[in-house]
């Protein structure tokens, strides 16, 4: 009876492994799209950096509003209905944007909102129900989910620079990955893992507690701040890098967008080859070598004379940005009793990193030049050195879940 209930169950998981890592890829098209015409979305709406600052402002603060409820979102109906029900919401914030950039600006912001605030839902959705597929098979496996996000910002950025040559219209490129995301990402997630059945009726009464333990616990909060870090680093290159490589070396919008995907080709390659690091020097020294190579990618991308330099840092720059955000959720999943709440709490702090990035960056900008003003990140790379400690003690969890494994199994 074993081997006739293993085979079914390792399908199961195989298939839930396949599908996240879909869903991971198909968030990451979402936002890399439209972050890949940014250069023409500027020029359109006559935006300088501060401007352009308060436009993925706009968005991040969808994002932050999204976190406090997504938690108890996703608990009360479950990832996999709960990335169904967002995905349509980010199709329309695409729409939006689509619409807005042709029809009537106001719209576009208004669509950025929504896309920030469903993006917020969709992150702890999806990364809840990574860490459940980590806790089923004991390894690490959120690196490369995230991975998965890398690959789909790749395609995203490719895409744009494609688009972009083939001056193809803004409206028309958006709108069309808008209805692609709609319909798929509900056809990938039926194969999540099956929602574990409910606990017992008081299991409502004593969802605010874990809640609140996780924001009381300093391990979490130190893992919180680790991600807010990593996320400054990957939101900012994320959104700057295509702007400072025009404004700095003054090329064309198409090489701009191919510096954007030369980082985000570094940030999938770090992310596949993380469980390879961590497995050699453990967490926290992964975080120690990331952030390392982070604040050299940053200084080199902003104070490099040449255009083959900036790529350089770009692409260190991403290779560092890599590993910090996944990790920070890993080590906080290890206790599978509290892995929902300290997740949530970890991506609401860490969150914050793209909240805070884009308005800073854009004021310093005002004053020193887009590229100096990207400096703030090498110094926020610190953070990390002194808090990576907090990502230690997983051995230990994840002996503990085997344990944990066939209850989720049997369900």
Known sequence: MNTRTASPCARETTNAVR??????????????????????????????????????LLLAVGGLVALPLAGPFVARIGPRRAVTAVAVAVGAGLGAVASGFALWPPLLLAGLFVLGTATGFWDVAVSVHAAALERRLGRALMPRFFAGFSVGTVAGACLGALMTMLSVPVSLHIGAVALLVA????????????RPAP????????????????????????????????????????NWISLAVIDRHHTTAAVGTLAYA???????????????????????????????????????FAAGPRLW?????????????????????????????HAAARVG?????????????????GALADRTGLAPALLVIAAVMATPLVLAGAARAAPRATRGETADTPAATTT
Request: positive net charge; hydrophobic residues 50%.
């Open 262 to 300: 030369a980082f985000l080709t570094a940030v999938t390659l770090g992310r596949w080859l993380g469980p390879l690091i961590v497995d050699r020097v453990g967490r926290p020294g992964a975080l120690r070598s990331a952030a390392c190579a982070a604040c050299l990618g940053v200084t080199l």
């Open 19 to 56: 599908s996240t890592h879909l869903v991971f890829a198909l968030l990451g098209l979402a936002g890399a799209t439209w972050v890949s015409r940014l250069p023409q979305i500027q020029e359109r709406m006559n935006l300088d950096a501060a401007s352009v600052g308060l436009l993925l």
């Open 183 to 194: 319909p798929v990402t509900p056809a990938a997630v039926r194969h999540f893992l099956p």
């Open 345 to 361: 709490v970890i991506t609401s702090i860490g969150y914050a990193g793209f909240v805070c990035g884009p308005p800073l960056i």
């Open 309 to 337: 330099t900036g790529f350089a840092g770009a692409l260190l720059w991403g290779a560092g940005a890599a590993l910090g955000f996944p990790l920070s959720l890993s080590a906080g999943s290890d206790d599978p009793a």
């Open 199 to 238: 606990t017992a009726p008081s299991s409502r009464g004593k969802a605010r507690g874990p809640g609140a333990h996780a924001w009381r616990h300093p391990g979490t909060v130190r893992l919180g701040l680790v991600a807010l870090a990593f996320a400054l680093a990957e939101g900012a290159g994320s």
